[in-house]
Structures are given as structure tokens and as C-alpha cells.
């Protein structure tokens, strides 16, 4: 069965960071693309970042190209999403997402054959 757990969301102030952590199960990071989406109050889920760890491939989304990086641990368990010089229109429920390579399409909607944590919630105060 796979499983995603986050965790690391809370409160930060505009221009602070934070760190959250995905633990994944049931599947290897080896035939995978992990990520995270996001979620504010009256918007669509989109896409923040994600990876393929076997090649190292990343996306960015524009809003968040040079203040987010996503990595994963050396035993390929857990995925990570370090956020610094954050704005309050980060302020979402950020889910982590998996898929079979080459499906995740961290550009695209959300797709429900994606499997989806349950969801940590970020905000950022002004």
C-alpha cells in the first residue's frame, strides 16, 4: 500500500522558512517522480515542485524558482521541500504527490491517479 505522509507545516513570518518532509511507502524512488502541490483557500491545487531522484530531473513553478528546493534522502524514503524567503500568498495546505515516471506532471492539474498525502498546512503572515 503506498503511503505519504507529510509534516513540517506551521506558521512563519514573511521572509522566514520552513521545512517540510514527505515519508513515503509502498513504492522506490528509483521508477518514481515525487513532489508537492499546493492548495490556497478558493484555488485549484497546483504544483510547486518536484523531482525524478533516478535522473535528477526538477520543476519549479515560476513563484518559487529561486526561494524553494526539493530533495530527497540518501535512502530514497523520505522527500523534502525547504521554503525560504516565504510570502504570505504561499500560504496554502501543501500536498505531496507520487507517481510512476513518467505520469507526474508537476506543471499540470492535480490528477486524482496520482497518489496524494493528506496535506500540511503553511501559512506565512505579513
Known amino acids: 500500500e503506498v503511503q505519504l505522509v507529510e509534516s513540517g507545516g506551521g506558521t512563519v513570518l514573511a521572509g522566514g522558512s520552513l521545512r517540510l518532509s514527505c515519508e513515503a511507502s509502498?513504492?522506490?524512488?528509483?521508477?518514481?517522480?515525487i513532489g508537492w502541490f499546493r492548495q490556497a483557500p478558493g484555488k485549484e491545487r497546483e504544483g510547486v515542485a518536484c523531482?525524478?531522484?533516478?535522473?535528477?530531473?526538477?520543476y519549479f513553478d515560476d513563484s518559487v524558482k529561486g526561494r524553494f528546493t526539493i530533495s530527497t534522502d540518501k535512502g530514497w524514503k523520505t522527500a523534502y521541500l525547504q521554503m525560504a524567503n516565504m510570502k504570505p500568498e504561499d500560504t496554502a495546505v501543501y500536498y505531496c504527490?507520487?507517481?510512476?515516471?513518467?505520469?507526474?506532471?508537476?506543471?499540470?492539474?492535480?490528477?486524482?491517479?496520482?497518489?496524494w498525502g493528506r496535506g500540511t498546512r503553511v501559512t506565512v503572515s505579513s
Open positions: 504527490t507520487a507517481a510512476p515516471i513518467p505520469q507526474l506532471d508537476c506543471s499540470g492539474r492535480a490528477r486524482p491517479s496520482y497518489y
Open positions: 509502498g513504492f522506490t524512488f528509483n521508477d518514481h517522480s
Open positions: 523531482i525524478s531522484p533516478a535522473d535528477g530531473l526538477e
